[in-house]
C-alpha cells in the first residue's frame, strides 16, 4: 500500500478485467466501539472496503473479535458506530430492525461453523426458511429447495432431520439454505471450522463451483488453505486492514 | 466428488419464481399455516411437559362447562316445579298453628277440637278488596280410604272446582273432569289420580266404574297425567298432603258428604279440627301484579287471622328467587372456573418463557435468514394459542361428558347449552394471546448475534 489515499485503498484489490466490475458491497470508514458501562472499547477503526461481484474473498485476522465484530456488521446483525456499509446501493447503516430483517433475508446468505440448522426440521424445510420469510409461495418455495438440495447432493435426504446427518452433510444443506434466494453475498463464518480435512475439502469445493458460476463469496477465516483458494486476501490487524491483495491473479 | 456435481449451465438465481411483489400481502392463509405447522412440531416434541403445560387449561374449561351444566339444570328443576304451579298463581293453604302442633302432639290435656285455617269469608274479602282477581279455586282435602272391591287406599280427596286442572297446567290422562253442573248438583262423581287409578284398577280401566269413600259410591270420569313436578312443588311448600295420590270430587259433594270437621285418634285421646277450606288458589290476570298481590292478600289475611294458620306462595316470587340463587351459583363457579383458568395461564407463559430461552438459538437463525421481530411474535403467539387452544378442546370434551357422568351417576339434571363450551373455548384461547405476549416479545427482543452465539 504505497499511497495512503483512502479512496484508492480500496481499490487496491480489483479484480482483474476478467471478473465483472460491479460492487455488490461496500464499507466506508466503518468502526465499531462496544460500551461496557463507562468502558468504551473501539474494535474496528476506520475500514473501507469493496466487494465485486463474482468475488472469492478470504478475510484473515488473528483477533476473533474483530473478525465477528466486522462479519456481524457485513450481515446486518449489528450497526456499525460510525461510517456507511452499501449493500446492493442501498446504505444499511441507518436502516430500521424490520428493513435489517428484510434485507438480510433478499440479500445475504449465511454459512455458519457450526451450521445453525433448526433441528426440529428437515432438510427440506430448512433451506425453504430464507424462502418462507422473503414470501415465496408454498409450491416455489418447494420446487426451490428441491433443486437446491439435488444440487448440493442431499436430493435423498430431504426428510432427514439435521442430527441424523454428518458434519460435511449439515454443512451442505447450510449451503443449499445460504443459497436459496440468490443472494448478492454468500457469507461463511470459518465454514469448514468444525469439519474434518476429507469434509472440509469437499465444501470448499463447492465454494469453487460456486464461485466459478458467478457468485460472490466472503469468509472470514484463519485456515490457510481456505485462503489458497480464494482470489483476494483480507489481512485485518488491531481493527484496521493490513493488508488487502489479489491472488492468483 | 462423486455426490456433487454442479450443473454448470444452471441458471443462476430462480428465473419465473421472483418473491411476491407485496411482500406483506404474502402473510395470508398458507403462511399461518405454515407457521401453526412448524409449532405443532416443537409443541409434540415436548409432549409429556405440553401435555402437563396445558392441565390447567384442561381443568378450567372443563370445569367452566360442568358446572354451568349443573347449575343451568339445576334452574332448569327449580324452575319446572314453580312453572308447574302457574305463574299468574298465588296459592293459600291452611295450616295447623304451630302452638296448637305443639300442645297436641305433647299427648296429655283435655281433648281438642281445633278451629283453623281459611275460609269462605277470607276469600270473599280477597275478591271484594283487590281488583284483577280472575278465577279463586277453594278447595277442601280430607283423607280417606277408598275402595275399589278388595282393593283400598288412603288418599287426599280434594274437593274442588271444575278450574282446577287448567289452574295448575295438570291435564288429564283419560276422560273428563267433571262440569258445572255436577259441582252444583254434589254429584257423586270422582277423578283419579295416575297414581290412584294404578293402584286400585292395575288391569281394567277405571273410566266408567266406581269407587267407594265411607259408605257411598263415586262414578270415575276421568283420570289426570302423573303429577311430576307440580307435586314436588307442594311438598316443598309444606302442604298437608304428602302422597301423590289424590282424587278429585266436586267441592259442594266434598261439604256435604264429609263435613267440616274430621276426627282422629291421637296418644292423649280424640282430637277434632274444624277447617273449611284446605287450599286456594288465586289466580291474577296480570302477571306484573303477582307478587304485589301476594303481599296485600298477607295483609288482609294478618288482620283476619289471630294466629298464622295459614301459607301464602306466590310460584312467581319463589321462581324469581330461584333465579336468583341460579345466577348467585353460576358466579361462584363462574370464578372458581376463572381461577382455574389463570393458573392455567400463567403454566402456559411459564412454559412459553422456557421455550424462548430454550430456542434462543432457533430465534437467532430465524432472525438472521431474514425474520423480522413481528414474525417471531408471531411464531411465539400461534405456539402459545395452539397449546391453550388443545387444552381447551380437551377441557371442552371433558366438560361436556362431565355432566353425562354426572347425570348417569347421580340423576341430576345438568343441561349443556352450546354457549357454554363455545364461551369456555374462546376463553381459553385469550388466554394463550395474553399470556403468550410476553414471552413473544421477550423472543422478538433478543439481539439476533447474542441469540446466534447462545448454546
Not at chain 1, 485462503?227 to 484496521?240: A, P, Q, W, Y
Not at chain 2, 276421568?222 to 316443598?236: A, C, D, R, V, Y
Request: hydrophobic content about 40%; proline content about 4%.
Amino acid at each position: 500500500m504505497l499511497e495512503s489515499n483512502p479512496d484508492t485503498e480500496t481499490t487496491t484489490a480489483a479484480p482483474n478485467s476478467s471478473v465483472a466490475q460491479s460492487v455488490v458491497a461496500s464499507l466506508h470508514d466503518i468502526s465499531k466501539t462496544y460500551y461496557m458501562g463507562a468502558l468504551s472499547v473501539e474494535v474496528l477503526h476506520g475500514i473501507s472496503l469493496d466487494f465485486y461481484a463474482g468475488d472469492y474473498i478470504a478475510i484473515m485476522g488473528p483477533s476473533g473479535c474483530v473478525k465477528t465484530t466486522l462479519m456481524n456488521i457485513l450481515g446486518c446483525l449489528d450497526q456499525p458506530t460510525t461510517g456507511k456499509y452499501f449493500l446492493g446501493q442501498d446504505d444499511t447503516s441507518q436502516m430500521a430492525d424490520d428493513e435489517l430483517s428484510t434485507i438480510r433475508g433478499a440479500r445475504l446468505g449465511f454459512i455458519f461453523q457450526s451450521y445453525n440448522l433448526i433441528q426440529q426440521l428437515n432438510v427440506l424445510e430448512n433451506i425453504e426458511m430464507p424462502l418462507f420469510y422473503q414470501g415465496y409461495s408454498a409450491a416455489d418455495s418447494h420446487e426451490i429447495a428441491m433443486g437446491l438440495a439435488q444440487k448440493v447432493g442431499l436430493d435423498d435426504r430431504v426428510d432427514h432431520k439435521p442430527f441424523e446427518l454428518s458434519g460435511g452433510q449439515q454443512q451442505r444443506v447450510a449451503i443449499a439454505r445460504a443459497l436459496a434466494v440468490d443472494p448478492l453475498i454468500i457469507l461463511a463464518d470459518e465454514p469448514t471450522g468444525n469439519l474434518d480435512s476429507k469434509s472440509g475439502a469437499e465444501i470448499l469445493d463447492i465454494f469453487d463451483e460456486l464461485n466459478a458460476q458467478g457468485k460472490t463469496l466472503l469468509m472470514v477465516t484463519h485456515s490457510d488453505e481456505l485462503v489458497e483458494r480464494s482470489k483476494r486476501e483480507i489481512r485485518l490487524r488491531d481493527g484496521r486492514v493490513e493488508s488487502d491483495e489479489r491472488l492468483h491473479s | 466428488m462423486s455426490d456433487f456435481t454442479l450443473n454448470s449451465d444452471s441458471p443462476v438465481g430462480h428465473p419465473g419464481k421472483a418473491p411476491p411483489t407485496h411482500p406483506h400481502l404474502a402473510f395470508n392463509f398458507v403462511r399461518l399455516k405454515k407457521i401453526t405447522a412448524v409449532g405443532v412440531k416443537s409443541i409434540y416434541s415436548h409432549g409429556l411437559r405440553s401435555l402437563l403445560t396445558v392441565l390447567g387449561i384442561v381443568i378450567g374449561v372443563a370445569a367452566v362447562i360442568a358446572m354451568l351444566a349443573v347449575s343451568e339444570g339445576a334452574s332448569f328443576e327449580a324452575q319446572q316445579q314453580f312453572r308447574d304451579l302457574g305463574a299468574n298463581n298465588i296459592l293459600l293453604k291452611s295450616v295447623k298453628p304451630a302452638e296448637v302442633e305443639a300442645s297436641s302432639s305433647r299427648g296429655f290435656g283435655p281433648p281438642q277440637a281445633i278451629i283453623y285455617g281459611l275460609t269462605i269469608a277470607d276469600i270473599t274479602t280477597i275478591r271484594e278488596s283487590i281488583p284483577g282477581i280472575s278465577n279463586v279455586i277453594a278447595s277442601r282435602i280430607v283423607k280417606k280410604n277408598v275402595w275399589n272391591l278388595g282393593k283400598s287406599m288412603n288418599t287426599d280427596v280434594v274437593g274442588t272446582a271444575v278450574d282446577y286442572p287448567s289452574s295448575r297446567n295438570y291435564n288429564l290422562r283419560a276422560g273428563r273432569f267433571f262440569s258445572e253442573a255436577e259441582v252444583r248438583d254434589h254429584a257423586n262423581v270422582v277423578v283419579l289420580s295416575h297414581e290412584v287409578a294404578n293402584t286400585l284398577f292395575p288391569i281394567d280401566n277405571p273410566i266408567g266404574q266406581s269407587i267407594k269413600i265411607d259408605s257411598d259410591y263415586y262414578n270415575i270420569l276421568g283420570i289426570m297425567e302423573s303429577e311430576g313436578f307440580s307435586n314436588l312443588g307442594q311438598n316443598q311448600a309444606g302442604a298437608s298432603n304428602s302422597a301423590p295420590s289424590r282424587i278429585y270430587i266436586p267441592f259442594t259433594s266434598s261439604k256435604s258428604r264429609f263435613g267440616e270437621t274430621t276426627t282422629r285418634q291421637t296418644a292423649g285421646g280424640m282430637e277434632s279440627e274444624t277447617v273449611e277450606l284446605h287450599e286456594a288458589i288465586i289466580q291474577i290476570d296480570n302477571q306484573d301484579a303477582v307478587i304485589e298481590v301476594g303481599e296485600i292478600i298477607g295483609q288482609i289475611l294478618q288482620r283476619r287471622h289471630k294466629n298464622i294458620d295459614y301459607t301464602i306462595e306466590v310460584p312467581l316470587a319463589l321462581l324469581r328467587q330461584a333465579e336468583e340463587s341460579a345466577l348467585r351459583d353460576q358466579i361462584v363457579a363462574g370464578a372458581i372456573a376463572g381461577i382455574s383458568l389463570l393458573v392455567g395461564g400463567i403454566g402456559i407463559m411459564n412454559i412459553m418463557l422456557a421455550s424462548v430461552t430454550e430456542r434462543t438459538r432457533e430465534i437467532g437463525i430465524r432472525r438472521a435468514l431474514g425474520a423480522k421481530k413481528k414474525d417471531i411474535i408471531t411464531q411465539f403467539l400461534i405456539e402459545a394459542v395452539i397449546l391453550s387452544g388443545v387444552g381447551g378442546l380437551i377441557g371442552v370434551v371433558l366438560g361436556i361428558l362431565i355432566p353425562f357422568v354426572i347425570s348417569a351417576f347421580w340423576g341430576m339434571t345438568t343441561i349443556v347449552t352450546p354457549a357454554a363450551p363455545l364461551l369456555a373455548f374462546s376463553i381459553s384461547a385469550l388466554i394463550g394471546v395474553v399470556f403468550g405476549i410476553y414471552p413473544a416479545m421477550r423472543a422478538a427482543d433478543m439481539d439476533p448475534v447474542e441469540a446466534l452465539r447462545h448454546e
